[in-house]
């Protein structure tokens, strides 16, 4: 009988969505290249060879959240400052409802490309759209640095949110949110 392979991509995948359930429902913390290859079923040797290690499985979950956090956006249609703003609420949802994952998205640099196939290049292109229309620039840098700063407004607010140090209370945290994001947008439309 055939040895059954351990190193597929089922496998892999396997590996990667059990790294992330115990990221949501213990943080990254608790996340260890043991624990991840006995809840998928299988040993730590195929996690290594997959993923190289702890640093490549954290990777495979950030990628992950990533992809989830983009299916949240809105489509690109309308205004482009309605865009950027339905992303701002979209990306705050989701920054509510899955802070252990966007801790592990945030918290460190990405280790090694994100594939090209990957869905969070359309939500770059969908911020770069939107500051391209608003701003009417054709220079393609200053677009993207719009884009980068956009974001990083967005994950800095969503950290303040999440340890209630934008007001005291709901009311102040929504008026900071909405006055960021519309000075942010209205100083890039100048």
Known sequence: MPRQRTRTPEVADGIAAAALEIVRAEGADALTTRRAAAAAGTNIAALGQLFGGRDGLVNAVALRGFA????????????PRDVLVACAHAYRGFA??????????????LT????PEHPVHECRHVLVDAFAALTGSSDPADVEALALGFGALLEGLATKDRHELLGPTVDAADRAWRLAVAAYADGAAR
């Open 68 to 79: 989830l956090l983009v299916a949240t956006l809105p489509e690109a249609e309308g205004p």
């Open 96 to 109: 509510a409802a899955e802070p252990a994952l966007v801790d592990v998205m945030f918290a460190r640099p």
């Open 112 to 115: 090694g490309p994100i594939p």
